[in-house]
């Protein structure tokens, strides 16, 4: 058998290299690090791996969830390493969650999922006027973010058993009144703080190295004074802005679309109409319903001057009864078809007969009747062309950016071809791990992706294109390191006062230090006069009147021995040392009843959560949930 390979071992080699080198024609030695690097386990639950592509894209979601729910928010704060840790954290417990959640067999019924579903405003907004889902709409939706309904439903099952699991250990806490009271007493008392500040910069004066000691400094500490890392860089930014500015409308481009979203919209016409709902959701309930809703239709035909106030008395519609049933303006398509075809039958202040819907019988007035005025073309025209410009520029960008992505890929050694291609211009600069700091400067290059993508180690060897970043604003960002310069040590003479600066700063800090330990002695065994101290502060968990954060948690942290004063010492880093005096404030006014109960429903609600992150430990231990990476 052996004889057979060594025979014909030029043949076998010649059939490996038709295999092995059209795989690296296709896809490059770039490709298989990348796909290596993709596919390498992030975390582990239960034996099943968690890759970094599974990270990346759930980050992705989070970031774009986050970012449209807060639209103000600096997007590079959900870039940074703490925000991915953060997610692929709650990725691991999903895990652990879902696979707990299979092993109780955990169901989700349909009627569950229906109701899921339509509490998300985007799919309630495709029922028809019937009240039923447009199902092809809704399979539409679904399919341009890649997925299939039976996927989607698959989803919401599994968050919705997860979210069931918490849920019922969270509702079964039970949390004693002796345990809630002290609690309570604990979480509002109150302490009175007053402190002595001794800061390094009070010390620094007395603080005379030698040389002999700087230089010894220096040479323990050379980490402490290299050159900063230095990577200078090429770079390509697609910007959705840019991208719009360069876009402008025909004349019969602009018209169009005035007609398609200005003057249209104008023209539909908008109905106020207030209502009073007895709800009944069968029909045996509308039967038995019916008598008292003629009664009632009696009662507001008589006087149809009380529709408010009988609608305030007789309304089982949470949403608008307290309005006196005023359901404001809408037009048609928002409501269930009965309901909107007698709004739309009845005429000003007219009322209605009795209406029939799937929540029960209607009684409506139609309050008023507004067509909105169309505005003329030429005074429209500005903020057309914006929100034209708006509209394409997504369009456009989505395509450049598809482009953009495969360009840098596909000719990863540099970034001129996609440049050209897409008519962008390749930008240079230096950039340190805090951010860009010469050259051609740009906002984007401080982002933690793009630091990240820039300092990698296999991007500093190889001098690569990175593959396209997603920054916040709609931006993508590509580059690639030209040149990498370590840090380096430096001469103490290049930089003497750096370490002098560095060396008092530390004997400051030492002797601030010393001198606060010997105070704190001193004042255990002898109180000192008012002078030596700050004026009083009371502080709590709830108010903390100024005082550093620190030094309040140490306050309520200490133990006192009924009413006599106690001494600590809280060491608040390069701002230097407190010396504390710390004594028991008058307790709270006791609570209202109302508030009382409240406060326990509160921490009734904590404890549950308590218990429910208890649970979580524990089935993170059952299925050997592990993180992997550093």
């Given amino acids: 058998m052996f004889d057979l390979f060594r025979n014909n071992m030029k043949v076998l080699m010649a059939l490996l290299m038709l295999l092995i080198i059209p795989s690296f024609i296709f896809f490059g030695v770039q490709g298989y690090t990348s796909l290596r690097e993709q596919a390498e386990p992030v975390a582990r639950v239960a034996g099943q791996r968690i890759t970094r592509t599974e990270w990346d894209a759930a ?80 399979q539409d939706l679904l399919r341009s973010q890649g997925l299939t309904a039976e996927q989607y439903e698959a989803l919401v099952r599994t968050d919705l058993a997860r979210r069931r699991l918490l849920q019922l250990v969270q509702d079964s806490a039970w949390l004693p009144t002796t345990s809630a009271q002290l609690a309570a007493a604990a979480w509002f008392e109150q302490r009175q703080v007053a402190l002595a500040l001794l800061r390094p910069a009070d010390f620094a004066a007395s603080v005379r190295p030698t040389e002999s000691e700087l230089r010894a400094h220096h040479a323990a500490h050379p980490d402490d004074f290299r050159t900063p890392e230095q990577a200078e860089v090429e770079y390509l930014l697609l910007d959705r802005d840019a991208v719009a500015q360069g876009l402008q409308p025909s004349e019969d481009e602009l018209r169009q679309y005035y007609e398609q979203n200005i003057a249209q919209a104008a023209r539909r016409e908008q109905r106020r109409a207030a209502h009073i709902l007895l709800q009944a959701d069968s029909a045996e309930a509308k039967a038995r319903l019916r008598p008292q809703a003629e009664k009632l239709l009696a009662e507001v035909r008589a006087q ?32 269930v078809k009965p309901f909107e075809e007698a709004v739309f039958a009845l005429t000003k202040g007219q009322i209605s007969d009795l209406v029939e819907t799937e929540f029960g019988w209607h009684i409506i007035q139609l309050l008023d009747v507004r067509q909105e005025p169309v505005e003329r073309f030429e005074q429209a025209r500005p903020r057309l062309v914006e929100q034209w410009r708006a509209q394409q520029a997504a369009r456009r960008f989505a395509e450049l950016a598809e482009r953009f992505g495969n360009l840098v890929y596909e000719q990863p050694d540099s970034l001129q071809p996609a ?144 009413d006599a004063p106690a001494w600590t010492m809280v060491d608040l880093g390069s701002e230097g040392v407190a010396v504390v005096r710390v004594q028991r404030a008058a307790a709270r006014e006791a609570p209202k009843p109302e508030q009382a109960q409240a406060e326990r429903r509160e921490l009734a609600r904590l404890w549950g959560e308590g218990e429910a992150r208890g649970l979580l430990q524990a089935l993170r231990q059952r299925y050997r949930a592990e993180i992997l990476v550093k």
């Fill in 304 to 335: 149809p001057q009380r529709f408010a106030e009988l609608a305030r008395q007789h309304s089982q519609d949470p949403g608008s009864a307290s309005q006196g049933g005023d359901l404001g303006w809408f037009g048609r398509g928002a409501m």
């Fill in 59 to 138: 980050h992705r979601r989070e970031v774009e969830r986050l970012a449209a729910t807060m639209p103000g928010l600096d997007r590079a704060l959900l870039e940074s390493e703490d925000s991915r840790r953060a997610t692929l954290q709650r990725l691991v417990d999903e895990r652990v969650l879902t696979q707990a959640a299979q092993d109780l067999r955990m169901v989700v019924t349909d009627r569950r999922l229906a109701a899921e579903l339509l509490r998300d405003p985007t799919i309630a907004s495709l029922r028809k006027p019937d009240g039923s889902l447009d199902t092809q709409r809704y």
């Fill in 419 to 562: 440049a050209e291609a897409l008519g962008l211009k390749v930008r240079r600069a230096t950039v340190q791990r805090q951010g860009a700091v010469a050259g051609d400067v740009d906002p984007a290059l401080a982002e933690p992706a793009a630091l990240r993508a820039i300092f990698d180690e296999e991007a500093l060897k190889r001098k690569l294109n990175s593959r396209a970043i997603e920054l916040r604003g709609n931006r993508l960002l590509a580059v690639r390191v030209a040149q990498h310069r370590p840090a380096e040590p430096q001469p103490f003479e290049a930089v003497a006062d750096q370490v002098r600066a560095a060396v008092v700063a530390e004997r400051a800090l030492q002797a601030a230090r010393a001198e606060a330990q010997q105070r704190l002695e001193q004042w255990r065994r002898q109180p000192p006069a008012a002078s030596a101290l700050r004026a009083p502060v009371v502080v709590s968990r709830q108010a903390a009147h100024g005082v550093d954060a620190r030094v309040v948690r140490a306050a309520l942290s200490l133990r006192l021995d009924g």
